[in-house]
């Protein structure tokens, strides 16, 4: 179905509480520029400043996240992602063990990472074991490739 005449629809559009588009008396250009120096606007109309903000009460994972890091789980995705391709080149019988020496350290690396990432959570991490399983793996998998398991 083509459109052609976009009159059509004008006026049938209505606006919903809490939808985009809705005119709250708030000026966004308002509140852009507040947040691009720093200060924050609280329900009461009084602001704040959240330069030099601190990470207390925010768990390793939160700490990561507001350092610009690679979350808990992005990590162990890139991990998976990399035992996958792993798998791949396995079952391509054009793959030789030297054009997967760059994978196998690839994932000996994302092995190292996720291992000080598991040191760096809570025992009671949610995340713990999925990140020290993945580890374990990523390793393993590497050390049976050097091993000629493989071969």
Do not use: C, W
Not at 48 to 75: N, R
């Amino acid at each position: 179905m083509k459109i052609g005449d976009i009159s059509l629809f004008q006026g049938r559009v209505e606006n919903r509480p809490g939808q985009a588009g809705q005119n709250s008396g708030v000026d966004f250009g308002k509140v852009l520029a507040r947040a691009g120096s720093g200060q924050v606007q609280g329900k009461d109309g009084g602001t704040s400043s959240t330069t030099g903000a601190s990470t207390i009460g925010l768990d390793p994972a939160g700490t990561i996240m507001a350092a610009g890091l690679k979350t808990p789980v992005a990590q162990v995705e890139e991990a998976l992602n990399l035992l996958d391709r792993f798998a791949e080149a396995l079952a391509d019988p054009e793959q030789s063990p030297k054009q997967m020496q760059g994978l196998v350290k690839d994932l000996e690396r994302e092995a190292g990472r996720l291992a000080e990432l598991s040191r760096d959570l809570p025992a009671d991490h949610d995340l713990k074991s999925l990140v020290d399983q993945t580890a374990v793996l990523a390793a393993v998998e590497a050390a049976k490739f050097n091993r000629g398991d493989y071969v």
